[in-house]
């Protein structure tokens, strides 16, 4: 059984900073790609920022130079450093990877979500 847990969220005043952590575990066989998606109410859950197995990392340009994503594989960890917070980015932020657990069965987990509120 894997399951994705995220924490950090929280309450922030506009202009600060939060951390959100991933952390995956289970039996795992391999690690793919990690992704931070969020949802605000009333809209569509958006892809924030992903980062493959290989290290190449790709950002929404509403977080392009706030945000920075990382992932320390050995702890099977994913991080997101988000920087100069705006109203506009409180959501339920969720953790996403696609992860193998043999081989070749592999499959696409979500954790269950932390809330990040901005306040202005």
């Known amino acids: 059984q894997v399951q994705l847990v995220e924490s950090g969220g929280g309450l922030v005043q506009a202009g600060g900073s939060l951390r959100l952590s991933c952390a995956a575990s289970g039996s795992i066989f391999r690690i793919n790609d990690m992704a931070w998606y969020r949802q605000a109410p009333g809209k569509q859950r958006e892809l924030v920022a992903a980062?493959?197995?290989?290290?190449?990392?790709n950002y929404a340009d509403s977080v392009k130079g706030r945000f920075t994503i990382s992932r320390d594989n050995a702890k099977n960890t994913l991080y997101l450093q988000m920087s100069n917070l705006k109203p506009e980015d409180t959501a339920v932020y969720y953790c996403n990877s696609e992860i193998l657990v043999t081989l070749i069965n592999r499959r696409v987990y979500w954790g269950q979500g932390t809330q990040v509120t901005v306040s202005s």
């Open positions: 980062v493959t197995s290989g290290g190449r990392i």
